[in-house]
């Protein structure tokens, strides 16, 4: 990942899916850019996590590392397990 094109599939293109299922660890990462929201989805097979922020929040980050420490919050403090049947 490289913040600098993150930010720029945001600003310059518009995109709706900046990330879409990219190997994070052992989750997958997805990244939706909502008019003037950036959603957070991060996903293995047994839960998920998820975080809104501002857009201008988004774009404020300044390093991967930065990036990564958001990423890693959300997982902490959001990850919710599924159900098994």
Do not use: C
């Amino acid at each position: 990942m490289d913040i600098k094109e993150l930010k720029k599939n945001i600003v310059e293109y518009d995109l709706y899916e900046v990330l879409d299922d990219v190997p994070y660890g052992d989750y997958f990462l997805t990244i939706f850019n909502e008019d003037d929201k950036i959603l957070i989805i991060v996903r293995d097979n047994q839960g998920s996590a998820s975080w809104v922020m501002d857009k201008e929040e988004f774009l404020n980050i300044g390093t991967i590392e930065e990036l990564e420490k958001h990423i890693n919050s959300t997982l902490y403090y959001n990850y919710i397990e599924y159900e098994e049947e």
